[in-house]
């Protein structure tokens, strides 16, 4: 069973407006961790944001917020007033807790356009 | 910036051939991960090791093996390469498995291409 679900393929926002990737997670643990990395075009792989799972509140860094609601398992990541360079792969990941073996494992991502 | 140095970034290679893919890190991190990827698609995890002389296998099965003999370096062994192995590995980093010591550090890849 998929245990990080992406269902947004592909999405497209206007520069300047923010934007909402949805991901929902599936996990027996009490303890994990969620992040989003970003994917440019170039490959490589950049950290944007991390929830733990007892932290109460939503984490932002920046222009990056993300909404978790804990008991919908889901860690939305929003992106406020966007960027051209914002177009990217975007993976909701998350850090198993120890019946997972605490390793991290990836939804299928999202990619996102932004137009100018 | 990151500290961790993937060789080749790019691999043209027949069928049959060994290769091994390189992986080091400056940062003293006792995890290192490989994952695979598809050109636009998630990451599998296939091999993780937390410590010297200690290495698991990933998620998804995987032909390739692994080493871990020392703590900065994490190389990746393909015995004899097939076209199915066409993809790019992805090698990581972690401070450690709790909080945001988690976060992984990722070197820019090595495209791997069977003919």
């Known amino acids: 069973a998929q245990k990080i679900t992406q269902t947004q393929p592909g999405m497209f926002v206007q520069e300047k407006e923010a934007v909402t990737l949805d991901c929902t997670y599936d996990t027996s643990d009490q303890s994990y961790g969620l992040f989003w990395y970003k994917q440019p075009s170039s490959g490589e792989m950049i950290f944007l944001i991390y929830q733990g799972s007892y932290d109460e509140q939503n984490a932002t860094e920046g222009r990056y917020s993300l909404n978790f609601q804990k008991a919908r398992k889901s860690a939305n990541l929003v992106i406020s007033a966007s960027q051209l360079g914002d177009s990217a792969m975007y993976f909701c990941?998350?850090?198993?807790?120890?019946?997972?073996?605490?390793?991290?494992?990836f939804g299928a991502g999202t990619r996102l356009f932004v137009k100018a | 910036e990151a500290d961790i140095y993937q060789t080749p970034r790019y691999l043209v290679i027949g069928t049959g051939k060994k290769i091994t893919l390189e992986c080091s890190q400056t940062m003293g991190h006792d995890k290192m991960y490989w994952y695979q990827q598809d050109p636009g698609m998630e990451l599998h995890l296939i091999h993780y090791s937390y410590g010297v002389n200690s290495t698991e296998k990933g998620d998804l099965s995987s032909e390739s093996t692994v080493s871990r003999i020392r703590t900065e370096h994490f190389p990746l062994t393909l015995e004899s390469a097939r076209p199915s192995h066409t993809s790019q590995y992805l090698c990581?980093?972690?401070?450690?498995?709790?909080?945001?010591?988690?976060?992984?550090?990722f070197g820019e890849g090595s495209r791997l291409t069977v003919l």
């Open positions: 990581a980093s972690s401070v450690g498995t709790s909080g945001r010591t988690g976060e992984l550090f």
């Open positions: 990941a998350m850090r198993e807790g120890r019946a997972g073996g605490f390793k991290t494992i």
